[in-house]
Protein backbone atom coordinates (compact mmCIF):
# COMPACT_ATOMS: atom_id res chain seq x y z
CA UNK A 1 0.00 0.00 0.00
CA UNK A 2 2.86 1.89 1.13
CA UNK A 3 4.12 1.79 -2.70
CA UNK A 4 1.23 2.75 -4.07
CA UNK A 5 0.76 6.24 -2.17
CA UNK A 6 4.04 7.16 -2.97
CA UNK A 7 3.47 5.71 -6.98
CA UNK A 8 0.27 8.12 -7.32
CA UNK A 9 2.52 10.84 -5.86
CA UNK A 10 5.57 10.89 -7.53
CA UNK A 11 3.10 10.66 -10.76
CA UNK A 12 1.03 13.22 -9.48
CA UNK A 13 3.53 15.62 -9.19
CA UNK A 14 5.08 14.72 -12.28
CA UNK A 15 2.18 15.61 -14.32
CA UNK A 16 1.48 18.85 -12.54
CA UNK A 17 5.47 20.10 -13.15
CA UNK A 18 4.90 19.32 -16.75
CA UNK A 19 1.02 20.95 -16.99
CA UNK A 20 2.27 24.08 -15.22
CA UNK A 21 5.58 23.86 -16.75
CA UNK A 22 4.34 23.82 -20.31
CA UNK A 23 0.95 25.05 -20.68
CA UNK A 24 0.94 27.54 -17.60
CA UNK A 25 1.84 31.47 -18.37
CA UNK A 26 3.01 31.90 -14.57
CA UNK A 27 6.46 30.10 -14.76
CA UNK A 28 7.65 26.62 -14.52
CA UNK A 29 6.45 24.03 -12.19
CA UNK A 30 7.79 23.09 -8.63
CA UNK A 31 10.64 20.10 -9.78
CA UNK A 32 11.27 21.85 -13.03
CA UNK A 33 12.10 25.60 -11.57
CA UNK A 34 14.38 24.19 -8.62
CA UNK A 35 16.18 21.78 -11.19
CA UNK A 36 17.51 24.68 -13.36
CA UNK A 37 18.12 27.35 -10.79
CA UNK A 38 20.25 24.92 -8.78
CA UNK A 39 22.11 23.76 -12.13
CA UNK A 40 21.88 27.34 -12.79
CA UNK A 41 23.45 28.82 -9.60
CA UNK A 42 26.31 26.39 -9.28
CA UNK A 43 27.16 27.41 -12.67
CA UNK A 44 27.39 31.09 -11.77
CA UNK A 45 29.06 30.26 -8.36
CA UNK A 46 31.85 28.54 -10.69
CA UNK A 47 32.10 31.65 -13.30
CA UNK A 48 32.72 34.45 -10.69
CA UNK A 49 35.54 32.70 -9.55
CA UNK A 50 36.63 31.78 -13.31
CA UNK A 51 34.52 33.21 -16.55
CA UNK A 52 33.38 30.12 -18.17
CA UNK A 53 30.65 31.81 -20.64
CA UNK A 54 31.25 28.90 -23.30
CA UNK A 55 29.91 26.45 -20.69
CA UNK A 56 27.36 28.87 -19.35
CA UNK A 57 26.38 29.00 -23.05
CA UNK A 58 24.76 25.39 -23.15
CA UNK A 59 23.48 25.55 -19.59
CA UNK A 60 20.21 26.53 -21.12
CA UNK A 61 19.83 23.92 -23.80
CA UNK A 62 21.47 21.23 -20.96
CA UNK A 63 18.52 22.25 -18.17
CA UNK A 64 15.36 22.11 -21.06
CA UNK A 65 16.79 18.51 -22.36
CA UNK A 66 17.39 17.50 -18.95
CA UNK A 67 13.96 18.84 -17.54
CA UNK A 68 12.26 16.79 -20.05
CA UNK A 69 14.26 13.84 -18.66
CA UNK A 70 13.59 14.16 -15.64
CA UNK A 71 9.96 13.85 -16.04
CA UNK A 72 10.32 10.21 -17.87
CA UNK A 73 12.45 9.04 -14.93
CA UNK A 74 9.74 9.91 -12.79
CA UNK A 75 7.18 8.91 -14.46
CA UNK A 76 9.56 5.53 -15.09
CA UNK A 77 9.82 5.65 -11.73
CA UNK A 78 6.28 5.81 -10.34
CA UNK A 79 5.02 2.77 -13.12
CA UNK A 80 8.05 0.55 -11.58
CA UNK A 81 7.34 1.63 -7.98
CA UNK A 82 3.05 0.45 -9.19
CA UNK A 83 4.23 -2.51 -10.90
CA UNK A 84 6.42 -3.78 -8.04
CA UNK A 85 3.53 -3.69 -5.62
CA UNK A 86 2.38 -7.69 -7.00
CA UNK A 87 5.72 -9.83 -7.46
CA UNK A 88 3.57 -11.72 -10.60
CA UNK A 89 2.39 -8.31 -12.31
CA UNK A 90 4.97 -8.42 -15.24
CA UNK A 91 4.88 -11.93 -16.59
CA UNK A 92 6.76 -13.76 -19.56
CA UNK A 93 4.88 -13.94 -22.83
CA UNK A 94 5.34 -17.70 -23.11
CA UNK A 95 6.14 -19.15 -19.56
CA UNK A 96 4.33 -16.82 -17.23
CA UNK A 97 7.27 -16.81 -15.00
CA UNK A 98 7.22 -13.51 -12.74
CA UNK A 99 9.57 -10.79 -14.27
CA UNK A 100 12.46 -9.88 -11.52
CA UNK A 101 13.24 -6.07 -10.49
CA UNK A 102 15.95 -5.70 -14.01
CA UNK A 103 13.02 -7.20 -16.10
CA UNK A 104 10.61 -4.96 -14.62
CA UNK A 105 12.52 -2.07 -15.40
CA UNK A 106 12.86 -3.05 -18.95
CA UNK A 107 9.23 -3.91 -19.34
CA UNK A 108 8.80 0.31 -17.83
CA UNK A 109 11.22 1.45 -20.47
CA UNK A 110 9.37 -0.38 -23.66
CA UNK A 111 5.84 0.68 -22.28
CA UNK A 112 6.57 4.34 -21.48
CA UNK A 113 8.62 4.62 -25.47
CA UNK A 114 5.26 3.02 -26.83
CA UNK A 115 7.57 0.40 -28.91
CA UNK A 116 5.10 -2.57 -27.23
CA UNK A 117 5.94 -5.64 -24.43
CA UNK A 118 8.35 -7.53 -26.24
CA UNK A 119 8.52 -10.71 -24.42
CA UNK A 120 7.10 -9.17 -20.86
CA UNK A 121 3.47 -8.56 -20.71
CA UNK A 122 1.71 -7.22 -18.17
CA UNK A 123 -0.12 -10.47 -16.36
CA UNK A 124 -3.83 -9.56 -15.96
CA UNK A 125 -6.40 -6.56 -14.95
CA UNK A 126 -5.72 -4.16 -14.20
CA UNK A 127 -1.99 -4.29 -14.65
CA UNK A 128 -2.99 -4.12 -18.44
CA UNK A 129 -5.02 -1.20 -17.81
CA UNK A 130 -1.96 0.32 -15.96
CA UNK A 131 0.46 -0.52 -19.00
CA UNK A 132 -1.86 1.34 -21.76
CA UNK A 133 -2.15 4.46 -19.29
CA UNK A 134 2.12 4.44 -18.73
CA UNK A 135 2.17 4.25 -22.74
CA UNK A 136 -0.66 7.25 -22.73
CA UNK A 137 1.15 9.42 -20.18
CA UNK A 138 4.90 8.78 -21.81
CA UNK A 139 3.44 9.51 -25.29
CA UNK A 140 1.64 12.88 -23.77
CA UNK A 141 5.39 14.09 -22.29
CA UNK A 142 6.34 13.43 -25.46
CA UNK A 143 4.33 15.24 -27.64
CA UNK A 144 4.20 18.37 -25.67
CA UNK A 145 7.84 18.45 -24.86
CA UNK A 146 8.45 18.91 -28.34
CA UNK A 147 6.04 21.82 -28.17
CA UNK A 148 7.78 23.20 -25.30
CA UNK A 149 11.70 23.02 -27.01
CA UNK A 150 10.17 24.64 -30.00
CA UNK A 151 8.18 27.49 -27.77
CA UNK A 152 11.76 28.09 -25.45
CA UNK A 153 14.35 27.96 -28.72
CA UNK A 154 11.96 30.57 -30.40
CA UNK A 155 11.83 32.71 -26.99
CA UNK A 156 15.62 32.14 -26.92
CA UNK A 157 16.57 33.71 -30.23
CA UNK A 158 13.78 36.96 -29.45
CA UNK A 159 16.15 37.49 -26.60
CA UNK A 160 19.65 38.10 -29.12
CA UNK A 161 16.52 40.10 -31.29
CA UNK A 162 15.97 42.25 -28.17
CA UNK A 163 19.48 42.93 -27.32
CA UNK A 164 20.57 43.49 -31.10
CA UNK A 165 17.54 46.45 -31.37
CA UNK A 166 19.34 48.34 -28.51
CA UNK A 167 22.81 48.10 -29.49
CA UNK A 168 22.01 48.33 -33.58
CA UNK A 169 21.40 52.10 -31.91
CA UNK A 170 24.66 52.15 -30.30
CA UNK A 171 27.29 50.20 -27.73
CA UNK A 172 27.22 53.43 -25.05
CA UNK A 173 24.86 56.11 -23.95
CA UNK A 174 26.14 58.52 -25.77
CA UNK A 175 26.24 56.70 -29.03
CA UNK A 176 22.97 55.71 -28.43
CA UNK A 177 21.39 59.22 -27.85
CA UNK A 178 23.59 61.09 -30.56
CA UNK A 179 21.75 58.22 -32.98
CA UNK A 180 18.48 58.28 -31.91
CA UNK A 181 18.15 61.84 -32.36
CA UNK A 182 14.91 61.86 -30.27
CA UNK A 183 15.13 65.67 -29.91
CA UNK A 184 15.01 65.83 -33.28
CA UNK A 185 11.03 65.51 -34.41
CA UNK A 186 12.27 65.34 -38.47
CA UNK A 187 15.01 63.17 -38.34
CA UNK A 188 14.60 60.48 -35.18
CA UNK A 189 14.56 56.95 -34.23
CA UNK A 190 11.08 57.38 -31.98
CA UNK A 191 9.43 54.90 -33.63
CA UNK A 192 12.35 52.25 -33.36
CA UNK A 193 11.89 53.15 -29.53
CA UNK A 194 8.64 52.82 -28.93
CA UNK A 195 9.31 49.10 -30.93
CA UNK A 196 11.76 48.10 -28.96
CA UNK A 197 9.98 49.16 -25.69
CA UNK A 198 7.12 46.45 -27.09
CA UNK A 199 9.80 43.92 -27.71
CA UNK A 200 10.74 44.41 -24.16
CA UNK A 201 7.78 43.72 -22.45
CA UNK A 202 7.12 40.94 -24.80
CA UNK A 203 10.35 39.52 -23.90
CA UNK A 204 9.70 40.05 -20.08
CA UNK A 205 5.84 37.98 -20.41
CA UNK A 206 7.90 35.34 -22.34
CA UNK A 207 10.15 35.23 -19.51
CA UNK A 208 7.24 35.25 -16.43
CA UNK A 209 5.90 31.99 -18.57
CA UNK A 210 9.64 30.43 -19.79
CA UNK A 211 11.95 31.34 -16.45
CA UNK A 212 14.00 28.99 -18.31
CA UNK A 213 15.07 31.43 -20.63
CA UNK A 214 17.22 32.90 -18.15
CA UNK A 215 19.79 30.23 -18.60
CA UNK A 216 20.47 30.75 -22.30
CA UNK A 217 23.47 32.25 -22.01
CA UNK A 218 25.16 34.40 -24.68
CA UNK A 219 28.77 34.56 -25.25
CA UNK A 220 28.95 38.13 -26.68
CA UNK A 221 27.63 40.97 -24.05
CA UNK A 222 26.24 42.02 -26.91
CA UNK A 223 23.86 39.59 -27.08
CA UNK A 224 22.44 39.87 -23.87
CA UNK A 225 19.13 41.69 -22.96
CA UNK A 226 19.32 42.55 -19.60
CA UNK A 227 22.54 44.21 -20.98
CA UNK A 228 20.79 45.97 -23.71
CA UNK A 229 17.57 47.08 -21.60
CA UNK A 230 20.28 48.63 -19.15
CA UNK A 231 22.21 50.69 -21.70
CA UNK A 232 18.33 51.94 -23.16
CA UNK A 233 17.39 52.72 -19.36
CA UNK A 234 20.67 55.17 -18.60
CA UNK A 235 20.12 56.81 -22.30
CA UNK A 236 16.52 57.34 -21.31
CA UNK A 237 17.55 58.88 -17.39
CA UNK A 238 19.61 61.41 -19.54
CA UNK A 239 17.40 62.01 -21.97
CA UNK A 240 15.13 62.92 -19.21
CA UNK A 241 17.49 65.04 -17.24
CA UNK A 242 19.44 66.79 -20.53
CA UNK A 243 19.25 70.56 -21.20
CA UNK A 244 15.51 71.31 -22.11
CA UNK A 245 16.31 71.65 -26.07
CA UNK A 246 18.38 67.95 -25.70
CA UNK A 247 15.62 66.08 -24.25
CA UNK A 248 13.26 63.23 -25.74
CA UNK A 249 9.33 63.37 -25.98
CA UNK A 250 7.81 62.51 -22.54
CA UNK A 251 5.52 60.94 -24.02
CA UNK A 252 8.08 58.29 -25.69
CA UNK A 253 9.98 58.35 -22.35
CA UNK A 254 7.21 57.35 -20.69
CA UNK A 255 6.47 54.59 -22.39
CA UNK A 256 9.93 53.13 -22.92
CA UNK A 257 10.80 53.62 -18.90
CA UNK A 258 7.52 52.14 -18.02
CA UNK A 259 8.25 49.30 -20.04
CA UNK A 260 12.03 49.19 -18.61
CA UNK A 261 10.55 49.17 -14.93
CA UNK A 262 8.37 45.79 -15.88
CA UNK A 263 11.43 43.99 -17.30
CA UNK A 264 13.45 45.17 -14.08
CA UNK A 265 10.69 43.24 -12.02
CA UNK A 266 12.25 40.05 -13.25
CA UNK A 267 14.58 40.49 -10.91
CA UNK A 268 13.03 38.35 -7.50
CA UNK A 269 11.58 41.34 -5.27
CA UNK A 270 12.72 38.69 -2.38
CA UNK A 271 16.21 38.92 -3.55
CA UNK A 272 19.20 41.31 -2.13
CA UNK A 273 19.78 44.63 -4.64
CA UNK A 274 22.89 46.43 -4.11
CA UNK A 275 22.24 49.94 -4.94
CA UNK A 276 25.28 52.38 -5.01
CA UNK A 277 23.87 55.99 -3.86
CA UNK A 278 26.35 57.71 -6.64
CA UNK A 279 25.65 57.90 -9.88
CA UNK A 280 28.05 56.28 -11.95
CA UNK A 281 30.81 58.24 -13.60
CA UNK A 282 30.30 57.06 -17.45
CA UNK A 283 26.46 58.21 -16.52
CA UNK A 284 27.49 61.00 -14.93
CA UNK A 285 29.88 62.45 -17.86
CA UNK A 286 26.80 61.50 -20.49
CA UNK A 287 24.52 63.55 -18.39
CA UNK A 288 26.77 66.42 -18.20
CA UNK A 289 27.71 66.24 -22.13
CA UNK A 290 23.74 66.67 -22.94
CA UNK A 291 23.82 69.64 -20.56
CA UNK A 292 22.18 68.36 -17.55
CA UNK A 293 22.46 70.40 -14.27
CA UNK A 294 24.18 67.68 -12.27
CA UNK A 295 23.44 70.10 -9.36
CA UNK A 296 19.65 71.34 -9.17
CA UNK A 297 17.12 69.69 -7.46
CA UNK A 298 15.58 67.88 -10.07
CA UNK A 299 18.48 66.11 -11.50
CA UNK A 300 18.84 64.67 -7.66
CA UNK A 301 15.40 63.50 -7.56
CA UNK A 302 15.32 62.09 -11.09
CA UNK A 303 18.50 60.00 -9.92
CA UNK A 304 16.44 58.98 -7.00
CA UNK A 305 14.12 57.55 -8.83
CA UNK A 306 16.08 55.53 -11.03
CA UNK A 307 18.82 54.16 -9.21
CA UNK A 308 16.68 51.98 -7.64
CA UNK A 309 15.50 50.51 -11.21
CA UNK A 310 18.96 50.81 -12.13
CA UNK A 311 19.92 48.78 -9.75
CA UNK A 312 17.56 45.59 -10.14
CA UNK A 313 19.01 45.86 -13.97
CA UNK A 314 22.42 45.32 -12.75
CA UNK A 315 21.24 42.52 -10.96
CA UNK A 316 19.44 41.09 -13.76
CA UNK A 317 23.10 41.65 -15.68
CA UNK A 318 25.02 39.73 -12.61
CA UNK A 319 22.50 37.16 -13.17
CA UNK A 320 23.20 36.60 -16.68
CA UNK A 321 26.57 36.39 -16.06
CA UNK A 322 28.05 39.70 -16.96
CA UNK A 323 29.56 41.56 -14.66
CA UNK A 324 28.91 45.36 -16.16
CA UNK A 325 28.68 48.96 -13.85
Same mark, same amino acid.
Given at each position: ?18 ? *????? =? ?23 ? %???? %? ?10 ? #? ?7 ? *???? @? @? ?11 ? &? ?5 ? #? ?14 ? &? ?27 ? #? ?10 ? *??? /????? #??? &??? =? ?17 ? /?????? =? ?8 ? /? ?28 ? $? ?9 ? %? ?11 ? *?HNFAQLHASG??? /????? $? ?36 ? $? ?8
Amino acid at each position: MLLVILAVFVLLLTLWDVF *ITVFS =TQGAGPLSYRWGKWIWAGLLHLHRR %RPIH %RVLSLAGPFVLL #SSILLWYCL *IGLA @L @LLIFSVQPDSVVH &GSSNAPA #SLETRYYFINTTLSGL &GYGDWVPSAFPWTLLATLGTLAGTAVLTV #SLSYVLSVVSAA *IDR /KKLAQ #SVF &GMG =TSVTQVIDNARLSDPRDSL /KNHFLT =TAGEIDHQRL /KHLAYPILAYFHSTSVDFSPAHAVLLLADA $CFVLQVAAPDR %RAPMGVLQVVNSS *IHNFAQLHASGATV /KQDPD $CPAPLLAAAVKQGAAINSEEFKQALAHYLPCRARLLAL $CRADGWQVG
